[in-house]
């Protein structure tokens, strides 16, 4: 008989809220409004973030942050089904949830082993 047991430690603070927390700190100390992310605040948020794995509300995955996208927002849109669709559309459309995001800045995961015919990059 062989057990793998796999652990996982899990912060109960959310990645937006981390980057929320660090942004509201980088204004108080004087840096960017509030749709800009200031330069200090973005070194901070990705020294923090980047290489966690953060696991999704919508479908339980858990992804590894491999970067921020800091010139993409919710409002970016893609193509799905050979017809253009906002992120924030989409996420709407497949999950009934609504995404409001005051700040620039996408979380991208980089799939260690890409599936035939799936996606490069996951933002």
């Known amino acids: 008989l062989h057990v793998d047991i ?3 430690t899990l912060f109960q603070q959310s990645v937006f809220d981390m980057i929320k927390n660090e942004m509201d700190r980088a204004r108080h100390r004087g840096g960017g409004g509030r749709s800009e992310v200031p330069a200090q605040a973005r070194e901070n948020i990705t020294r923090d ?3 966690f794995a953060a696991m999704t509300v919508f ?3 858990v992804y590894r942050i491999t970067e921020i996208d800091w ?3 919710i409002y970016d849109e893609f193509e799905k089904d050979g017809q253009m669709i906002s992120y924030r559309d989409y996420f709407h ?3 009934n949830e609504r995404l409001e995001q005051r700040f620039k800045g996408m979380l991208v995961h980089v799939p260690k ?3 035939k015919g ?3 990059r996951i933002v």
């Open 6 to 8: 796999y652990h996982r």
């Open 49 to 51: 973030i980047v290489g």
């Open 59 to 61: 479908n339980k995955r």
């Open 71 to 73: 010139n993409s927002s």
């Open 93 to 95: 459309q497949q999950y």
């Open 113 to 115: 082993k890409v599936k």
């Open 118 to 120: 799936g996606p490069q």
